[in-house]
């Protein structure tokens, strides 16, 4: 970006350049440099979170699967040691019946 300075003489404008303007030239030359190298820091810095997120995402999703997987099977145990208790009450129920008529 060039910095000028207008100065009106009789009438007519005059543009004087100044002195820093010249090295701010230079800097135009460099700061897509400095704009594309940031731009290439921060893609390289969200494609890494990126990979973080989806490496917790599976790890999430296995591991819910796990949880699942482990619900299922106790609840299958527990149907089964309800159903054996559910048989041992009944025959129980049936010895003592059976004792209670004997008398």
């Known amino acids: 970006m060039v910095n000028m300075v207008k100065i009106f003489k009789s009438g007519e404008a005059t543009t004087v350049v100044e002195e820093e303007a010249v090295s701010k030239q230079d800097n135009v030359q460099e700061e897509p440099a400095l704009a ?8 390289a810095n969200l ?6 997120f ?17 619900k299922k099977n106790n609840i ?8 054996d208790l559910k048989v041992a009450c009944e025959e129980l129920t049936k010895s003592l019946n059976a004792g209670v008529t004997a008398k």
Do not use: D, G
């Open 36 to 43: 594309l190298q940031r731009l290439m820091s921060e893609e």
């Open 47 to 52: 494609m890494a979170e990126k990979q973080n």
């Open 54 to 70: 989806e490496s917790l995402k599976e790890k999430l999703q296995l591991k819910a699967k796990e949880e699942i997987e482990n």
């Open 76 to 83: 299958q145990k527990l149907k089964s040691e309800i159903t």
